[in-house]
T-cell receptor
Framework: GQNIDQPTEMTATEGAIVQINCTYQTSGFNGLFWYQQHAGEAPTFLSYNVLDGLEEKGRFSSFLSRSKGYSYLLLKELQMKDSASYLCAVLDSNYQLIWGAGTKLIIKP | GAVVSQHPSWVICKSGTSVKIECRSLDFQATTMFWYRQFPKQSLMLMATSNEGSKATYEQGVEKDKFLINHASLTLSTLTVTSAHPEDSSFYIC????????????FGPGTRLTVT
């Protein structure tokens, strides 16, 4: 079966750094996405990794290791507005998105 | 670019009635559209995939007679929840994909459905 695991909830302090991990087992792989979703809103695109390595985009970075079936999202200089759920999703061999359950990130002052 | 709209953004209906939700790609042609449902504090659950001009492919456990999907054009897909019940209350989100960029889905803002 297909499976994506990420922690249910994480807490971090404003100004700090947090790393959200995601492990996956899917039938085929055409890339891994990270989305941010605020309560009551649709997901917004953060990053897409298809090759191994680190992709940096401002305060957010995403890492992928295909051999390990592992990715992480790194958020730096945390702001209160970063409080949201972060969804890991893998594009499988049929180009369908397989979603993780999401990690709720709580930022404390 | 790549904007997807949904209408309505929220709707309240009585049990037993039907509700139609529209999903439009505003500035691109969407060869494939996806419909998701999300219950509180849960992740997105894919309901169905629809390709323009053909019947939708429903995920296991999703009743095709209850959730009618029509993808009549390259810019419009509709989801009709028939004979709605309170357990159908959820957040419904559509997304769209082009033939050229099969790796990316563009999400609509979602529709909050409450069935009383």
């Amino acid at each position: 079966g297909q499976n994506i695991d990420q922690p249910t909830e994480m807490t971090a302090t404003e100004g700090a750094i947090v790393q959200i991990n995601c492990t996956y087992q899917t039938s085929g792989f055409n890339g891994l996405f990270w989305y941010q979703q605020h309560a009551g809103e649709a997901p917004t695109f953060l990053s897409y990794n298809v090759l191994d390595g680190l992709e940096e985009k401002g305060r957010f970075s995403s890492f992928l290791s295909r051999s390990k079936g592992y990715s992480y999202l790194l958020l730096k200089e945390l702001q209160m507005k970063d409080s949201a759920s972060y969804l890991c999703a893998v594009l499988d061999s049929n180009y369908q998105l397989i979603w993780g359950a999401g990690t709720k990130l709580i930022i404390k002052p | 670019g790549a904007v997807v709209s949904q209408h309505p953004s929220w709707v309240i209906c009585k049990s037993g009635t039907s509700v139609k939700i529209e999903c439009r790609s505003l500035d691109f042609q969407a060869t494939t559209m996806f419909w998701y449902r999300q219950f509180p504090k849960q992740s997105l659950m894919l309901m169905a995939t629809s390709n323009e001009g053909s019947k939708a492919t429903y995920e296991q456990g999703v009743e095709k007679d209850k959730f009618l999907i029509n993808h009549a054009s390259l810019t419009l897909s509709t989801l009709t929840v028939t004979s709605a019940h309170p357990e159908d209350s959820s957040f419904y989100i559509c997304s769209a994909r082009t033939l050229e960029a099969r790796y990316e889905q563009y999400f609509g803002p979602g529709t909050r459905l409450t069935v009383t």
